[in-house]
């Protein structure tokens, strides 16, 4: 499978500790972006890192790339009960000549306690 | 600025009936995306559309499959369900270019009986 793989698989804290959430994944890409989904919902886009960069910031969000380990981090800062979600890593590759495609990752579900 | 709209949210179909979902992008984006999300595969992607065309399609069978209108409206169809295809199906759409991240809409959950 072209899957990425996410960990921890699940992830809970307390409101005001910091979560970080691993992705590794298997092909070269152009750029790994994080998605939010909540129950089942659609995604929601938080931050893209293209492959020639190694930290980007948004926000409450610091997400770091490593292309030679195939790695990427995510981490939110001071978590609020509201960051309770899905968060999925999706690499942006270009598929065998064809165009872009996202491959996903097999999320991690983040739970902050009151 | 409107987000991407599907319609149904919900819908309950029979094995062996066929099935069309539709997709509306934000005003302006020409690509369209389709992806297939259920607990046992997570998301999959199922195909991409750009002016009218099939640019790409993941690995499903032909019973799957899309188009896009002058518009940039989407529907995908699946014909011949199977209790298998019961999944969240989510429609993305993104501006012309690269380093762009996708919008996606809030699915359409698909139950086969």
């Known amino acids: 499978s072209q899957q990425g793989e996410e960990d921890p698989q699940a992830l809970s804290i307390q409101e005001g500790e910091n979560a970080t959430m691993n992705c590794s994944y298997k092909t070269s890409i152009n750029n790994l972006q994080w998605y939010r989904q909540n129950s089942g919902r659609g995604l929601v886009h938080l931050i893209l890192i293209r492959s020639n960069e190694r930290e980007k910031h948004s926000g409450r969000l610091r997400v770091t790339l490593d292309t030679s380990k195939k790695s990427s981090s995510l981490l939110i800062t001071a978590s609020r009960a509201a960051d309770t979600a899905s968060y999925f890593c999706?690499?942006?590759?270009?598929?065998?000549?064809?165009?872009?495609?996202?491959?996903f990752g097999t999320g991690t579900l983040l739970a902050v306690q009151p | 600025k409107a987000g991407v709209t599907q319609t149904p949210r919900y819908l309950i179909k029979t094995r062996g009936q066929q099935v069309t979902l539709s997709c509306s992008p934000i005003s302006g984006h020409r690509s369209v995306s389709w992806y297939q999300q259920t607990p046992g595969q997570g998301l999959q992607f199922l195909f991409e559309?750009?002016?009218?065309?099939?640019?790409n399609k993941g690995n499903f069978p032909g019973r799957f499959s899309g188009r896009q209108f002058s518009n940039s409206r989407s529907e995908m169809n699946v014909s011949t369900l199977e209790l298998g295809d019961s999944a969240l199906y989510l429609c993305?759409?993104?501006?012309?270019?690269?380093?762009?991240?996708?919008?996606f809409g809030s699915g359409t959950r698909l139950t086969v009986v």
């Open positions: 993305a759409s993104r501006p012309t270019g690269v380093g762009y991240g996708y919008t």
């Open positions: 559309y750009f002016s009218e065309t099939q640019r």
């Open positions: 999706a690499t942006d590759v270009i598929d065998g000549g064809a165009t872009n495609k996202l491959i």
